[in-house]
């Protein structure tokens, strides 16, 4: 069982293209993080939110705790956004692991 | 400030033979994990520890060993390297559980012949 669903698993747009990547969790959690992994290369964490919504560039992520949902925008796509993204939910403390459970990622790719 | 240090970045072992991943963090994180990347299975947890001297198995812990001496250090052990340990391995560090910011080394790309 899947703790952690992200959609769609793969995704291919148009430069400028709005995008959403949505990520659905069924465990409590204190807070999500959303990750940024390119082709060959480290991972960047990209957000860190608890609840509502942030903002960082052409980049927003929404969370709404009571639905177990966040999303993950970027507007004016650009070719340089292409990369995996990765919702993380992080649980309470306690429970065992280091509370830290990840999706299978998003892979997008914008065709300029 | 370096953040997660995270070396080799890439290594070729043969079966059967031991080698160590190293971490360190500059930042005093409590939290330190090893994960390893597979192609359609998302980042799995290897070993983590909540603080210095103070470890414990994660998701797949098989054939892996780790210690953590100090709070900077983090190295992952591989005892006898087997091909189904051909993965991309990731350490990672954050302050503490909860809502804190997580930093990952660059990543270390591993191919066991």
């Known amino acids: 069982k899947n703790e952690v669903e992200q959609s769609p698993q793969n995704l291919t747009a148009q430069e400028g293209e709005f995008i959403t990547i949505n990520c659905s969790y069924s465990?409590?959690?204190?807070?999500l993080h959303w990750l940024q992994q390119h082709p060959g290369g480290g991972i960047v964490s990209l957000f860190m939110?608890?609840?509502g919504k942030k903002k960082h560039g052409r980049l927003i992520a929404t969370i709404n705790i009571q639905e177990k949902h966040s999303s993950l925008h970027i507007t004016a796509s650009h070719p340089r956004d292409s990369a995996v993204y990765i919702c993380?939910?992080?649980?309470?403390?306690?429970?065992?692991?280091?509370?830290?459970?990840f999706g299978k990622g998003t892979h997008l790719i914008i065709q300029p | 400030n370096a953040g997660v240090t995270q070396t080799p970045k890439f290594q070729v072992l043969k079966t059967g033979q031991s080698m160590t991943l190293q971490c360190a963090q500059d930042?005093?994180?409590?939290?330190m994990s090893w994960y390893r990347q597979d192609p359609g299975m998302g980042l799995r947890l290897i070993h983590y520890?909540?603080?210095?001297?103070?470890?414990d198995q994660g998701e797949v812990p098989n054939g892996y060993n780790v210690s953590r001496s100090t709070t900077e250090d983090f190295p992952l052990r591989l005892l006898s390297a087997a091909p189904s340990q051909t993965s991309v391995y990731f350490c990672?560090?954050?302050?503490?559980?909860?809502?804190?910011?997580?930093?990952f080394g660059e990543g270390s790309w591993l191919t066991v012949v």
């Open positions: 993380a939910p992080t649980r309470h403390s306690g429970g065992g692991a280091d509370g830290l459970t």
């Open positions: 465990v409590g959690i204190s807070a």
């Open positions: 520890s909540v603080g210095a001297g103070i470890t």
């Open positions: 939110l608890s609840s």
């Open positions: 930042m005093n994180h409590e939290y």
């Open positions: 990672a560090s954050r302050k503490a559980a909860g809502g804190n910011t997580i930093y």
